[in-house]
């Protein structure tokens, strides 16, 4: 009889908490998806899920997802389970979002949600690490020190304009504004490559290159890019939280997610992005206060 009434409530819960189904905006392929919400940001229209295996997509990883649906935000809330429908879409605006959303579990307020102890938190002090950058040089975090500096994660074949392809837009724009700016010996930038299979040092200069205008003279004084072993990265990648895998359907592509921090002149993490809206204003303001302090 408990039971009974238990899945009565159920019941009742989950249609409570249904809207009608969002129109749908795009022809693109579509993919069911569960997971549990780890943070909401209305103002931006996201939300971080971390969600299981999208069968014939991708694996189960914590990312950002937009979110085009107005309603969800009075009920999307850290902790709660949901079901959901990817739509993906490279003709979109946004390449790839969530609709027709349900929630299946209510977050228990007792229970708040896990830190994961592996993202940086803000205040640790970075790793040690050694990599070998674009000219074939090797590269450590112990040269930064003394600097204000950022690093993220890329993979130079990597597809989608929202992920490795805005980071970099957004690394190279940030290094061309500091080279013409009074910072430009108290800043640097570094972007790590996780696919050590094909992203050798000369593929990465040639990669870099082509977001700072093809020019065979351009300097990498302020934005490098580097590479090393699974074994050299995964460290890097797992004290800041990033997630990453080979797609198992195309051994040429990353299920990935995103991570951008600023790390001050003490060795300090002092800010950390986990998607890709930000902009390089915001990574330079962030990097500014770094140095007042």
């Known amino acids: ?70 309603w969800v935000w009075d009920d999307l809330k850290p902790g709660v389970e949901i079901r959901a429908e990817l739509v993906v879409d490279e003709t979109a605006k946004d390449p790839y979002w969530l609709e027709n959303i349900g929630i299946i579990a209510a977050a228990d307020p007792s229970k708040p949600v896990p830190v994961d102890e592996r993202f ?28 204000a500096w950022a690093i993220t994660f890329i993979y130079a074949q990597c597809p989608l304009p929202n992920f490795c392809i805005r980071m970099s837009t957004n690394f190279s724009d940030a290094a061309n504004k500091i080279k013409d700016s009074e910072f430009k010996d108290k800043m640097a930038l570094l972007s790590v490559s996780f696919d050590p299979e094909r992203d050798s040092p000369e593929k990465l200069r040639k990669y870099g290159l082509g977001y700072l205008g093809n020019d065979p003279k351009a300097k990498f004084d302020i934005w490098q890019l580097a590479v090393g072993s699974d074994k050299e990265v995964r460290p890097i990648a797992d004290f800041f939280g ?48 770094t140095l007042e302090k």
């Open 242 to 289: 990033l997630r990453y895998e080979v797609d198992e359907n195309n051994k040429t592509q990353f299920n990935h997610s995103l991570r951008t921090a600023v790390i001050g002149p003490d060795g300090k993490v002092a800010k950390v992005y986990s998607g890709s809206e930000w902009t390089p204003d915001d990574l330079l303001a962030e990097m500014r206060s």
């Open 1 to 70: 009889m408990r039971n009974i009434v238990l899945l009565f409530v159920f019941a009742l819960l989950f249609s409570a908490c249904q809207k009608p189904a969002t129109q749908a905006t795009s022809d693109g392929e579509r993919y069911p998806l569960r997971g549990k919400v780890i943070s909401v940001d209305p103002t931006k229209k996201t939300a971080t899920i971390e969600h299981d295996e999208v069968k014939g997509y991708m694996k189960a990883m914590t990312m950002d997802f937009p979110i085009h649906a107005d």
């Open 120 to 147: 940086a938190a803000v205040g640790k002090e970075v790793i040690d690490f050694t990599l070998t950058n674009q000219d074939g040089k090797k590269v450590s975090s112990k040269e930064f020190r003394g600097e």
